[in-house]
Antibody, heavy 122, light 112 residues
Framework: LQLRESGSGLVKPSQALSLTCTVS??????????WSWIRQSPGKGLEWIGY???????YYRPSLRGRVTISVDRSKNQFSLILHSLTAADTAVYFC???????????????WGQGTLVTVSS | DIVMTQTPLSLSVTPGQAASISCQSS???????????FSWYLQKAGQSPQLLFD???RRFSGVPDRFSASGSGTDFTLKISRVETEDVGVYYC?????????FGQGTRLEIK
């Protein structure tokens, strides 16, 4: 299984970022997994943004709620992140990952994409 | 939010020596379903994090057996019995028992 992020690398303040995670090697429909977005500001730690579950339900970090949308396109085996009203504080490497939940015994992010840098600057 | 506190934040280890990292959560990670939702990750320089252990102590595929993990409730430990140069990086713990998921600050392991 492999995940790969793609999307906007340089975004102006107040605009929105749009990222897509393409899943290859297995169908997103198998295993009942949730699919997460995580970000890492330069030189900082990891911050979980939210996930979309196999059922289509979503959960977002409360501090980002209202600005963030995660959606899935199962026909393309992709899930996406949109984050609105960007500021410099949103500059980070954005990762997609499988998990942490599934239909079985799961509690971790077991497969990660390589990450993509999004810079918010005018 | 559940706060995950790692100690130490950095450690320098001679190859072949042991290393230990602790992670303490501000609330119990034991869910009412009986499962403890806790995992460890290693992020090597320029790479994405990689899962080391889930379910507190279940070693992920490909993780060398010199790594071990243990813990319960609010206190968890990652141990490396004999550190090798390839173990260099930042180690993170994560909880998934309550939203939002949260990570520890990270512990940087370097080789002396």
């Amino acid at each position: 299984l492999q995940l790969r992020e793609s999307g906007s690398g340089l975004v102006k303040p107040s605009q929105a970022l749009s990222l897509t995670c393409t899943v290859s090697g297995d169908s997103m429909n198998s295993g009942g997994y949730s699919w997460s977005w995580i970000r890492q500001s330069p030189g900082k730690g990891l911050e979980w943004i939210g996930y979309i579950y196999h059922s289509g339900s979503t959960y977002y970090r409360p501090s980002l709620r209202g600005r963030v949308t995660i959606s899935v396109d199962r026909s393309k085996n992709q899930f996406s992140l949109i984050l609105h009203s960007l500021t410099a504080a949103d500059t980070a490497v954005y990762f997609c990952a499988r998990g942490p939940y599934c239909a079985g015994d799961c509690d971790a992010l077991d497969v990660w994409g390589q990450g993509t840098l999004v810079t918010v600057s005018s | 939010d559940i706060v995950m506190t790692q100690t130490p934040l950095s450690l320098s280890v001679t190859p072949g020596q042991a290393a230990s990292i602790s992670c303490q959560s501000s609330q119990s990670l034991l869910h009412t379903d009986g499962k403890t939702y806790f995992s460890w990750y290693l992020q090597k320089a320029g790479q994405s994090p990689q899962l080391l252990f889930d379910d507190v102590s279940r070693r992920f595929s490909g993780v060398p057996d010199r790594f071990s993990a243990s813990g319960s409730g609010t206190d968890f430990t990652l141990k490396i019995s004999r550190v090798e140069t390839e173990d260099v990086g930042v180690y993170y713990c994560m909880q998934a028992v309550q939203f939002p998921l949260t990570f520890g600050q990270g512990t940087r392991l370097e080789i002396k």
